[in-house]
Every structure is written in structure tokens, then in C-alpha cells.
């Protein structure tokens, strides 16, 4: 089964999910301005980094298999800005992979880092965010390889959420040059796993026999 968008929404320290089926998989990205402290990742998401940091901020990146009855995030304490999308296709109960690709910086060149892929067979997408301490940047202009698909502005900070659209087997160092005004920011990755896909079952049977009768 190959991997498909559903939606995506952003909040400031939480998000009210997109329509979605039960089992489809939402990674959640929250991006902290000012403080190198990582926000807090609920209970009813698994983490999968919060110990990624920029200059004067710093990001927690989480996954849950939705169920039904699931509306929000919950709340990421110390959240500047956050964006969730949800995906159907996904392995429902292997972890994502968040690449340790981590890039972060101060200028107007965002960097998308390079990443060593878990599957190399072209089933994978990834998924990059960024997070920015300015209000007023074009963080919103995915890397070349990714479509934008959503994310947002408050008082204080900017984050955004892009994809492959798509199956990669790899994924090589992209920079992206925006405007507005230059301050800390954050970029990561996450590898999406597809299901497998199902093998064509065949089955074979010896024709029936009528019954014998009597002579």
C-alpha cells in the first residue's frame, strides 16, 4: 500500500486534527522560540526527537496512530508554533524515523541536511519541517523534492510542514533561500515506512470428482 497526504493543521501549541480514518498515522512538529528547553510532548503522543536545538530555539517531534474519537494534539507545553499532518499507508505500529538531520542556523539559507534513508526501495516519504523565530520569513517555500502543505505565523514564531508527495529512496543536502528577517531556525525529517505491499495469493485446487455410483 503506498503511502497518501490525508491533511494537515497548525496551532499554537496545539492543533485540531484534519478528518482522518482510524489508523492513519500524524506526525506532530512544535517549535519553541527563545528557549533552547524543548516543548513538552504529551502523553498521547510517542516521541521521536526533543532534544533538537537551534540558536535561541529549539523543536519536539512526536507521532500517534489516530483512533476514533481523536480530535487534537493535546497540548505540547512551551510551544511557540506547531503543525500536524496525517498520512494513510503508513506502517500503523513501527515508529517513524526522524533522521537525526537536523539543520539549524541563523541566515537566510534554510538547510534541509542530508539523510540516510531506513528503506531504500522507494516506498519511503519524507516529511521536513521548519521552524523559525521570525514572523516574517518564506519558510513556507518547501525545499526542491517536497511539496509545501501547511503550517502557520503568530506573534512570535513561524512553522511549516512539507513532504516528498511521493516515494524517495534518498534524500541529499537542500538549501532553500528565504526573506524576512534573519534569526534562529530549525529544520528535521521524518521518514515515513509504507505498509508492505501484499503478495497475490493464488489458490489451487484439484477439480471436483463426480461421485461414483453403483453399477
Given amino acids: 500500500m503506498t503511502i497518501s497526504y490525508v491533511g494537515g493543521a497548525a496551532g499554537t501549541n496545539s492543533c485540531t486534527l484534519p478528518s482522518f480514518e482510524s489508523g492513519d498515522v500524524a506526525i506532530a512538529f512544535a517549535f519553541r522560540d527563545g528557549s533552547v528547553t524543548n516543548p513538552t510532548i504529551p502523553a498521547t503522543f510517542t516521541n521521536l526527537t526533543n532534544t533538537t536545538d537551534g540558536t535561541l530555539c529549539s523543536i ?3 507521532w500517534r496512530r489516530l483512533r476514533s474519537g481523536d480530535t487534537a494534539t493535546g497540548t505540547w507545553t512551551n510551544a511557540s508554533r506547531m503543525v500536524v499532518l ?12 526522524t533522521l537525526k538531520t537536523a539543520g539549524a542556523g541563523t541566515t537566510n539559507t534554510v538547510n534541509y541536511a542530508a539523510a540516510t534513508m531506513t528503506r531504500t526501495d522507494g516506498t519511503s516519504w519524507l516529511v521536513g519541517f521548519v521552524g523559525h523565530r521570525s514572523v516574517d520569513t518564506t519558510i513556507e517555500s518547501p525545499p526542491s523534492g517536497m511539496s509545501y502543505r501547511t503550517g502557520g505565523v503568530d506573534a ?3 512553522a511549516q510542514g512539507h513532504d516528498t508527495n511521493g516515494g ?3 534524500w541529499t543536502s537542500t538549501n532553500v533561500t528565504i526573506t524576512g528577517t534573519t534569526s534562529g531556525w530549525v529544520t528535521d525529517l521524518v521518514e ?6 501484499q503478495a497475490a495469493v493464488e489458490l489451487i485446487t484439484a477439480p471436483m470428482q463426480p461421485m461414483d455410483r453403483p453399477a
Avoid at 496525517?86 to 524515523?97: D, K, N, W
Wanted: with cysteine; charged share 10%; aromatic share 8%.
Fill in 60 to 62: 519536539s517531534i512526536g
Fill in 86 to 97: 496525517v498520512y494513510r499507508g503508513c506502517e500503523p505500529f513501527i515508529t517513524p524515523c
Fill in 156 to 158: 512570535t514564531a513561524e
Fill in 168 to 170: 524517495v529512496s534518498s
Fill in 192 to 197: 515515513l515506512l509504507a505498509l508492505p505491499a
